[in-house]
């Protein structure tokens, strides 16, 4: 769901891309600058942000992310809409001008609902450095405050893949979700059919093997098909629901 990236984290091993103009380089010892993709929910489990770092290509006149902004986006599972990307440090004065300094950022898994009528989430950050760039000096640690997302933030529709599944089945006439998700043990895939239809659900783990399947008598109208995933490993895994013609697949995270 991160659609683009302008730049590319400089290794931190000598002689391999990027590492001459690493900031945190010296000699043969750095720290690499990746994008550092995280994540986290809201504590009802159906919103997901996820948030990298990112520079500014028109600053640094390259494609290497030496001057890192964090940049933010939302999922709201239950309406299926994503929000833009947020620059969430572009312009930040405090802590101790944060723009362009996020090397290592650290996300809360948890958002903060700080607005119920509005339905507010604040996302906690924690962003880490030290004047010098040296990675084998202390580094200073500061809370960041205010990167939040509204409900009406959230007005994009997702991207959706193509490829062989697109190709050799209709398009669905029914609606597809799960929540929680992430979920930590326990799941409920519902499946809003206009017409009573059979449907299957099958879960499947990165791999691509089947894990589970469960055969389903669809009625017209919400059918609710619940899973127990606490014998799971933690990660992503993916579920398609499928009728005689068509078939959805979406992500599931397992915490």
Known sequence: MVDSMGTEGPSGTSGQGGFGVNPWASGTTAASLEARIQICTSPDRKKIFYSWTESDTTVVGLYWNIYPNIMSRGFDVTIDKVTPRVNITGGVTTPDNADQVAYFHYMSNRAITTNVGLQTNEIPFTISYNSTNDAGAPTNHYYLKGASFTQTDFTLNPMRPTGIQAATYAAPGY???????????LTTISVAMPEAKDFEVTLYNTLGAEIKNIKVTGHAGSNNVNLDLSSLNAGMYTYTVKTDNSAVTKKLIVE
């Open 175 to 185: 609606e597809v979700m799960s929540y929680p998700n992430p979920t930590d043990g």
